[in-house]
């Protein structure tokens, strides 16, 4: 098996801000960071989708390999082994 990492940047109540996630191979997003969370943050992560539609919520910023994927659906974003997931909220101000 092979290996994600997954980061975490400015989530509250997180020990931990670096994961590595084993996955099998390409794998979609949501899956992901479904089982991930699932397994590593219940609370604090449980809704980085947005349970009716299944996008990501609109608090949350999720970047694949320094690119982000908030406009895209996250089951058909694919995630392979040694790719880097980021999730951070969205900070708005000025």
Do not use: H
């Not at 092979?2 to 590595?20: A, K």
């Not at 997003?29 to 089982?35: G, P, T, W, Y």
């Not at 390999?65 to 790719?83: F, I, L, Y």
């Amino acid at each position: 098996m092979s290996c994600v990492t997954i980061r975490l940047s400015n989530i509250s109540n997180m020990e931990e801000s670096e994961f590595l996630y084993d996955i099998a191979g390409e794998s979609c997003l949501f899956d992901v960071l479904n089982a991930w969370s699932a397994q590593n943050a219940p609370g604090p992560l449980k809704r980085i989708f947005d349970p009716e539609i299944g996008s990501i919520a609109g608090s949350i910023l999720i970047l694949l390999n320094g690119r982000s994927v908030k406009s895209k659906d996250p089951k058909t974003t694919m995630v392979s082994p040694g790719d880097v997931i980021t999730i951070m909220p969205v900070l708005i101000g000025g």
